[in-house]
């Protein structure tokens, strides 16, 4: 906000961010760009919650506290109980505005310069089912890739027909005419960067190995 005083990532420490779950992965990112890229101390933020984990086990850092039952991360902003938010859209005439001026040439620059393109879903099949169809994973694998190919070649003509294929459009000078991969390779800075964050800011308990992540049947697919 505003009229936080806040006028650079440095500033952050000491504040109160707010973010609707520690482990939203838009906030595992941020603050992992945030740390890498800014030198941010992530300890000494006050991450304020607004919603619940999803994970009823899971136990979250000190510096993590949550708001109010029903808080709204807007209302908190608005009102001074937190400085900055995650998630939040700017809102000139209310005060909000982007920490970092020009978000969007900003994730072209992080990107260009690491390689990174932050991920925020994963399809997740269960062991045991893995174990009754060995085909599964690869076969979903290649229905992924086929409804990519359809949409990406009747992007053009979608221009401008929902604010998804704008930025897709958008975003293809910069990561190539396939700029959502599916393949490992193509992801592997993306996801290790992502395990790297997770255990650093105690989302999971250590960090992982790629390849544990994924059937050995779809490791080497393209």
């Not at 936080?4 to 109160?16: E, H, N, Y």
């Not at 941010?40 to 136990?59: F, I, N, P, S």
């Not at 704008?166 to 993306?190: C, F, Q, W």
């Not at 790629?210 to 050995?216: A, G, N, Q, R, T």
Request: aromatic share 6%; hydrophobic share 40%; net charge negative.
């Amino acid at each position: 906000h505003t009229q936080s005083g806040i006028q650079s990532p440095a500033d952050l420490a000491g504040r109160k961010v707010g973010v609707r779950s520690y482990t939203f992965t838009p906030g595992v990112w941020v603050r992992g760009i945030l740390q890498s890229a800014y030198g941010v101390d992530l300890k000494q933020v006050r991450w304020v919650l607004t919603g619940d984990e999803h994970v009823a086990e899971y136990v979250a850092p000190d510096h993590v506290v949550s708001a109010p039952a029903g808080s709204d991360l807007k209302e908190l902003l608005l009102a001074g109980e937190i400085d900055a938010a995650i998630g939040v859209p700017a809102d000139e005439e209310a005060g909000i505005r982007p920490l970092i001026a020009d978000p969007q040439q900003a994730g072209i620059d992080y990107y260009r310069q690491t390689g990174i393109y932050p991920i925020s879903h994963m399809m997740v099949i269960k062991d045991e089912l893995l174990d009754a169809h060995p085909w599964l994973a690869e076969t979903l694998c290649d229905l992924f890739v086929r409804a990519k190919r359809h949409y990406l070649g009747q992007l053009n003509g979608n221009r401008g027909a929902h604010p998804v294929d704008t930025a897709m459009l958008a975003m293809r000078p910069v990561l190539g005419d396939d700029h959502i991969p599916y393949d490992l390779e193509s992801n592997r800075k993306s996801i290790e960067a992502l395990i790297a964050f997770c255990a650093d800011q105690q989302v999971i308990p250590q960090a992982v190995e790629v390849e544990d992540l994924f059937p050995s049947s779809v490791l080497n697919l393209a």
